[in-house]
């Protein structure tokens, strides 16, 4: 009501463009990604097949065949990992936006291999195009967050930072609707629906370049003072930015280095040890709270539910349609409840959806099943899914949080990566009791949640910080040094900043 108006009226058209680009050209690939390959997978394989009779002489069995789908499938998992790992670099070289901006060639890369590699008969250019989407994807799924929630005010940072689960869940759906038979399902149509991803694409390089950087990058890492103003004023309203700009040198002054902590140094940083410990529950939890398996067996749990097959492909578009609503209820709820009750409530729902399905699995109570899939679904999109990124970019200062970003999406992606070859043979060897090893698991998390991390609510960096400082044992250290470097400050006489000028005026 009051409380949000007042939110959302420091949300500034500026503000609001740079999250939908930025989420349209990046984020939204990742969805689209993780589910396009689903419905041409028996066009794909038979592709496959053709192309290997036409060198060799001999067709290939079922087994091979779908060993080289499972590669096309799982080589975009082994992109995102390696791209991961190059996001504390780029975005130190580039900064936020100018890594955004460059990577774009690379789904125009991927996209232009895997549109052609029907018309020359290679395979390979579809598993170089998934791994070249998965790099980017890799990049993209840090760099957006990180992007966002250093340009947003710190009353709007969950809203923004909630942005692009959004868009993923957009991509899923956008997927599932064009996989369609009616539209881009049928056999000659699979090279076009690989290749769309570079429309979105374009349409950021046509307009993000025009946007500021990330003001904090400019003004923490770059010292540009003048940049940084203009950045402010293009993203602020009437809102002073003085006192932003303030609360930024004071974040500056507090950082015992402003050159960017390695993953190396961050894991060895004694001040950042709960919220290093933190990244690595929610992220890995994000993953292992079983939401990669049900993804993966939605389309058999709605088949022995008794669902007609050829009506299952509309039952799943249903459940992306779901995705997206729980996503949207989540951004727009995320400034008014906070990121705890979102991660605790999400994390606890999904825990008993899972449980829900050991038990309707064992009785044979299908449409159950059917409840909890959906249930888990919507659960996860509504916190887990894009909290955790959101987390990563709070809990840490400018100087470390590039490298929390490495370790964050890293573990994201392998943890991933784990879920799809271990379920199958979990679900063998386990049987329905497998999902109680994720009822576990995000019922853990949620604990975690509860008595561990801080609300993060409309606190600066700095507040925040503090806040973690008692936990790590550091907060008589950090005062000390920042009282100090405060003193050292005035002793230097500096004083305000010129705001139309762009210069740090000496106090007379």
Known sequence: ????????????????????????????????????????????????NQTIVARNGTS???????????????????GGMIGSLMVGMLVTRFGR?????RITYLVFIAGALMGFSRMFASP???????????????????????????????NLRGFLGLVP?????????????????????????????????????????????WFPESPRYLLIEKKNVHATITALKWYRSKVNIQAEIEEMQEEQRSMSSVETVSVIGLLRDRSVRWQVITVVVVNIGMQLSGID?????????????????????????????????????????????????????????????????????????????????????????????GVPFLMTAELFKQSHRPAAYIVAGC????????????FPFLQMSAGAYCYLVFFGVCMAVAVYVFFIIPETKNKTFVEISQMFAAMNGTLEEESTELGHNLKLTKMNGYGAIDMENGVIEKNK
């Open 293 to 385: 398996a049900i993804w993966f067996y939605t389309n058999a749990i709605f088949e022995n539910a008794g669902i007609p097959l050829p009506e299952i492909q509309y039952t799943t578009v249903g459940t992306g349609a779901i995705e997206v609503i729980a996503g949207c209820i989540g951004c727009f709820t995320i400034e008014r409840l906070g990121r705890k009750p979102l991660m605790i409530g999400g994390f606890t729902f999904m825990g008993i959806c899972c449980a829900g399905i050991t038990l309707s699995l064992l009785f044979q109570v299908h449409y159950i099943s059917v409840a909890c899939v959906v249930g888990i679904i919507a659960g996860f999109c509504i916190g887990p899914a």
């Open 165 to 209: 689960s959004i868009f993923i869940c957009l991509g899923v759906f956008v997927a599932q609707i064009l996989g369609l038979h009616e539209l881009l399902g049928k056999e000659e149509h699979w090279p076009l629906f690989l290749s769309l991803v570079v429309i979105p694409t374009t349409i950021q390089l046509m307009l993000l370049p």
């Open 124 to 154: 390979e250019m579809i598993i170089t195009g998934r791994f070249i989407t998965g790099l980017h994807s890799g990049i993209s799924l840090s760099v957006v967050p990180m992007y966002l929630g250093e340009i947003a005010p710190k």
């Open 411 to 422: 573990l994201n992606w392998m943890s991933n990566f784990t879920v799809g070859f271990v």
């Open 97 to 101: 936006k100018g890594t955004l901006v």
């Open 60 to 78: 290939q069995n079922d087994e091979a065949l779908t060993l080289f789908y499972s590669v096309t499938v799982s080589v975009f998992a082994i």
């Open 1 to 48: 009501s009051v409380n949000l108006y007042r939110v959302f009226s420091s949300l500034t058209p500026s503000l609001l463009a740079v999250a939908f680009l930025s989420s349209f050209g990046s984020s939204m690939l990742y969805g689209y990604n993780l589910a396009v390959v689903n419905s041409p997978a028996q066009y794909i394989k038979q592709f496959y």
